[in-house]
Nanobody, 121 residues
Framework: QVQVVESGGGLVHPGGSLRLSCAAS????????MSWYRQVPGKQREMVAG???????HYMESVKDRFIISRDNAKNTVDLQMNSLRLEDTAVYYC???????????????WGQGTQVTVTS
């Protein structure tokens, strides 16, 4: 069994910072992709940032130069440092990992439960 758990959401003023963390536990052979998504009511979930194992991070345009995604393969964790937060960054943020539980190598999507980030003046 694999579990993915986020932490670190909260309330912040515009211009402030928050750091989200996500940890995977259980039977894990390899984690191919670690990423963060967000969703607001009535809209589709969108990818904020992602990084393939050994690859370069990718960001959605509106968060470039403000958010930083970082993964720690030894700890099976991924963080999202969010700086210069804006009102429009308010959303539920989800961690998603593509994890291969065994050496067979097939990866499966695992989602966290979501953490609320609210940017308000």
């Amino acid at each position: 069994q694999v579990q993915v758990v986020e932490s670190g959401g909260g309330l912040v003023h515009p211009g402030g910072s928050l750091r989200l963390s996500c940890a995977a536990s259980g039977t894990i052979f390899s984690i191919y992709v670690m990423s963060w998504y967000r969703q607001v009511p009535g809209k589709q979930r969108e990818m904020v940032a992602g990084v393939v194992n050994g690859g370069t991070p990718h960001y959605m345009e509106s968060v470039k130069d403000r958010f930083i995604i970082s993964r720690d393969n030894a700890k099976n964790t991924v963080d999202l440092q969010m700086n210069s937060l804006r009102l429009e960054d308010t959303a539920v943020y989800y961690c998603k990992m593509v994890i291969a539980p065994t050496s067979v190598g097939i990866g499966y999507d695992y989602w966290g439960q979501g953490t609320q980030v609210t940017v308000t003046s």
